[in-house]
């Protein structure tokens, strides 16, 4: 059955795939008509020149060059990812100039445009309002020739970007004998098989060598741009005359659109209902077999639910025992949400698995919510996970390793106790608490926004936010997540309510559900525990409304010294201006009034400095319930009762 399953596949795919294909072995005029390109780009000595000598002077120029009709890179419908290989010849030289600088990346992009002030080390992808935020809509793969920051290897180095010009991953050409500044052709092969992308990179003059594959990446690029995009090329300079050129040019992409034929219809309809047939038996006997395995739940199949694109995948538990050498208490990290987390070795990467407790009476169903949820989700600021294992009603879940551990720790201050724990503890700069809560807004944002449906965290807090290598935050523990299709704009109902006292928003025990404003809420207690640097305050006083940081900062912002708040610990080292602007924000979020809590989008906004943080007033309202839109007309009101009283206090759990 299986082998006439995989016939009918092969049948589909080979009379379905029609190919995106396109071949410039050099640049001539007339390919002009062919191409896109942008004001400053060219075709010049039979190449694509990027951003071309004008006038004698190349400096400060960005530019960009893409084929002329747009690659359909996925099809929503069909939830089908295309998969393309393109080859491409580079050479990247100095014009009178002692040095080169910049570079030119590979890209594929939702917008054509290039963005206003991307010039220098932003490589033509982004400008400092778009750099690191969706709008961007662009993934590349950059050659850079200059080292602009400090994770950068050197100047002589390629890279993976996403929406930014700060590489996800970039590995220096040097240790491939490639130097990409010395005026030579330099052949680069990138592959996407819609699952991995993968860049090659060889000297054009050893071809005859197979192309050396300098990294691979999984990724979902379905995730970052849209349905249909430019392919094609983006290019900078900074200070330096730099040229930046392609000589070549091959693509060949998979075609995943939807024009069907008549004809086929009619030869492959036959063959087709076999099929089904078929596959539903195939269905059914897998069904019972699976029930046979699992007979205490009906398990759900996960794979199921889970696109293959990103898929984790299933570990098995002997596996695991392995890696964390049987669950040794000594490789234990912490306990979480529902379990125990350790660290375990598996193909010499460090990895986290999650034991799910056998305790946890709702594991099953907590387990299933955490995987298909976190499955479908790809974000710089998530939690990877990696896979899963269930077997022996054993439930384990499988992370990236995190090697700074979560955030908590590096909130020192306790006041109950009035003192700081384990002042060893590595002490946060100002730019990088900045870098963590940017880094959970924009965690929270993509779940509220930027994914298919709608995620809510429901418990977000400081001990699950996870720290990588460089401190970039990662939102992790998504077990209570669950999620709302975003098309039911209706709030997400469920009877129980989950949170962490002192993260609540005061309306959750009436609402007895989280909504986006009451993760909004908890976001803004994690803001004020990293800029203050103190924990959320004595655990009598967490009855939600009478929270203490809330309340103990309000203080300082009536009395016009919100800075005061601020972490000690800096000791004086922080911009004045951005700490105010994020207290305030925090303030905001912390609104007793869910309605006047600004979104994650907005908040997004004010931490970039693209607005102003909300106007907040200086003395802290009471919590009303029902709580009143700012606009009468807000169709929320629905939802509330005719009863309209004053809490000073609402009891916690
Ligand atoms: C592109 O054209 C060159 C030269 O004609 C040829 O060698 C190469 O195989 C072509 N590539 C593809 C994918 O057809
Ligand atoms: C063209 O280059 C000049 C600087 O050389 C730059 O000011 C201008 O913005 C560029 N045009 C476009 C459309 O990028
Ligand atoms: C890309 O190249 C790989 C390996 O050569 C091949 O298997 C695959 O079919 C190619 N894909 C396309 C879309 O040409
Ligand atoms: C970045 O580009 C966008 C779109 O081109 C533009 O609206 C914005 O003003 C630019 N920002 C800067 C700082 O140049
Ligand atoms: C650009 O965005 C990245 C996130 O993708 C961020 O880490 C970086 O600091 C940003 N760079 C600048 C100069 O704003
Ligand atoms: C690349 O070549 C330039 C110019 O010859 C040289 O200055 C630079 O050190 C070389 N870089 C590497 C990584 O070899
Ligand atoms: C690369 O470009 C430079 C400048 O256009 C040119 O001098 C050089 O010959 C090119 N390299 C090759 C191998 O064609
Ligand atoms: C993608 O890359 C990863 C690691 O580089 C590899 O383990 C995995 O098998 C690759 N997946 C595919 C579909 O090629
Ligand atoms: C290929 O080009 C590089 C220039 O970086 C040069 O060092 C090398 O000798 C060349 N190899 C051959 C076989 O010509």
Redesign the pocket.
Known sequence: MAVLHLLILILLSCTKVECFDFNFTDFQQDNRKDLLLSDNSTIFRDALQITPDLNGDVKDTPGRAYYGKKFRLWNKKKGRLASFNTTFVINISNKDSPEVGEGLAFVLTADADVPQDSFGQWLGLVNATTNGTSRAGIVGVEFDTRKSYEEEPDGNHVGLDINSCYSIVQRSLSGYGVNLSVGVDVQVVVQY?G??MTVFVSNRNETQRSPVPVF?V?IDLSLFLPESVHVGFSASTGEFQQLNCVRAWEFSGEDVGEDSNLLWVWIFIPILSLGLVLGLGFYIHRRRRSRKDDPESGFPNIEDHIKSSTAPRRFKLRELKRATSNFNHKNKLGKGGFGTVYKGIWKEEEIAVKRVSKKSHQGNQEFIAEVTTIGNLNHKNLVKLIGWCYENKELLLVYEYMPNGSLDKFIVYDEKTGKYDEPSQTNLSWETRLLIIQGVAESLDYLHNGSEKRVLHRDVKCSNIMLDSQFNARLGDFGLARTIQQREKTHHSTIEVAGTPGYMAPETLLLSRATVETDVYSYGVLLLEVVCGRKLGNESELNNYNNSIVNWLWEYYRKGRITDAVDSNLEGDFVEKEVECALILGLACCHPNPHFRPSMKNVLAVLTGEAEPPQVPLERPSFVWPALPPVFSHSDISLTTTQFSTFSEVDGR
């Open positions: 098989d699952k991995n691979s999984p």
